[in-house]
């Protein structure tokens, strides 16, 4: 299957801080990436569908101001939690579309806000 | 509302001892329904995309089929690397592509 990366894999930042996390599509180019949240023991929540060159589509009760998503390139979009705080400390995962309509993970970043 | 139910929550099964794994779901127009496979602390896994009622796919000891209801993933003679979370998901025809996830089946397999 297709890979996807995101880096970091896990991060530690201070109250207040904000924190970018990358999704790549190493092989083949994604029109649309999906960022979706996991915490512990639940199933992925979607907060947004970012499509390349245009502003990201975010789920009711996702604030985009806090939650920025660029998506410059067909192998790239980015998250980017703004003012961070202990109740955002969450597994972020993102997923990007192949042509053929199958969706490929990343492998996650766990996000610790002290 | 699109909702995904998926039973059982948890599952323990000995090495070789087959089961299947239920998802039921209402969406308003289907686009997919997709199974994956997620470890602790990863991202799901793709395994499986099945479109229409009827539609059956196999992968080494699993075999997922749908209905216009609910989708079974059939497990035959597990081994304990199969030991994981199944997820099932659905997209719907209005959804943009998205995919809207049940919580789950947490199996595990022993020796």
């Known amino acids: 299957g297709a890979v996807v990366s995101q880096h970091p894999s896990w991060v530690i930042c201070k109250s207040g801080t904000s924190v970018k996390i990358e999704c790549r599509s190493l092989?083949?180019?994604?029109?649309?990436m999906f960022w979706y949240r996991q915490f512990p023991k639940q199933s992925l929540m979607l907060m947004a569908t970012s499509n390349e060159g245009s502003k990201a589509t975010y789920e009711q009760g996702v604030e985009k101001d806090k939650f920025l998503i660029n998506h410059a390139s067909l192998t790239l979009s980015t998250l980017t939690v703004t003012s961070a705080h202990p109740e955002d400390s969450s597994f972020y995962i993102c997923s990007a579309g192949t042509p053929g309509n199958e969706q490929f993970f990343g492998p996650g970043t766990r996000l610790t806000v002290l | 509302e699109d909702q995904v139910t998926q039973s059982p929550e948890a599952l323990r099964l000995q090495e070789g001892e087959s089961s299947s794994l239920n998802c039921s779901y209402t969406?308003?127009?289907?686009?997919?329904l997709f199974w994956y496979r997620q470890d602790p602390g990863k991202g799901p896994e793709f395994l499986f995309t099945?479109?229409?009622a009827g539609e059956e796919k196999e992968k080494e000891r699993l075999k997922a089929t749908l209905t216009k209801k609910e989708s079974f993933l059939h497990i035959t003679a597990p081994k304990p690397e199969d030991s994981a979370t199944y997820l099932c998901?659905?997209?719907?025809?209005?959804?943009?592509?998205?995919?809207?996830f049940g919580k789950g089946t947490s199996l595990l397999v022993t020796p």
């Open positions: 969406v308003s127009g289907l686009r997919g």
């Open positions: 998901a659905v997209q719907a025809a209005n959804s943009g592509y998205a995919l809207n």
């Open positions: 092989d083949f180019q994604a029109t649309t």
């Open positions: 099945l479109y229409s």
